[in-house]
């Protein structure tokens, strides 16, 4: 027993600094953490697999509260239960925190600098790569075809055009999922 205890702490210790190094180093939200959440707790870390992070995904956009947040709490949950999941949602929530606080201090100062519009500039061009190089490993892995396809251009259609409620887009998406493979399933039993 006395040798799980330093074992646990450093494995609640390394969700910590993990979700830290997440928090500190990515702009943008939570999109724009998904690749960095992806390298560290499948790749680095192996907490979790690919298919688990499309999961935490579909998870994270479909609850309450910010994409990066609900990752965290769900990798700390699966790794090290409840007291996983305070450390990893602390360690990725603290970076954010601190930084909005000196920012909060300083900006009014130094907003009307040039050279630091040019960097916010070049900081959103940033993130969108990273936001796209986030789509495209998520489409490597998800099911290819004329109705997922469709799905996807119809969830599409309906949030970012038609400016639908996500959470009912993501209702539909289900809704659709759950038609098509009772279909499927229909179709083989005949």
């Known amino acids: 027993m006395a040798q799980e205890n330093p074992r646990q702490r ?3 210790w390394r969700l910590f600094t993990t979700f ?3 928090g500190a180093f990515t702009f943008g939200g939570g999109y724009a953490m998904i690749p960095l959440i992806q390298r560290e707790t499948v790749e680095t870390r192996k907490w979790i697999t690919d298919e688990d992070v ?5 998870i994270a956009e479909s609850t309450p509260g910010p994409i990066a ?3 965290a709490t769900f990798v700390g949950s699966r790794v090290a ?3 996983g999941a305070l450390c990893a949602t602390l360690g ?3 970076p954010s925190f601190v930084i909005i606080l000196i920012v909060a201090r300083v900006l009014d100062a130094f907003q009307h600098l040039r050279a630091l519009r040019y960097a916010f500039f070049g900081i959103r061009a940033g993130v969108l790569a990273l936001i796209l190089k986030a789509f495209w490993n998520m489409y490597k892995k998800c099911p290819k075809g004329v109705v997922p396809y469709s ?4 969830a599409f259609l309906l949030a970012a055009i ?8 993501i209702l539909c998406c289900a809704a659709a999922g759950l038609i098509t493979s009772a279909l499927r399933a229909r179709r083989e039993e005949k």
């Open 69 to 71: 947040i609900n990752s």
């Open 20 to 22: 830290f190094k997440i």
């Open 54 to 58: 499309l999961e935490i995904i579909a």
């Open 10 to 12: 450093r494995e609640l």
């Open 151 to 154: 799905i996807a251009a119809g």
């Open 81 to 83: 239960g409840v007291p």
């Open 92 to 94: 990725v929530i603290l």
């Open 162 to 169: 038609l400016k639908v409620n996500v959470l009912l887009v």
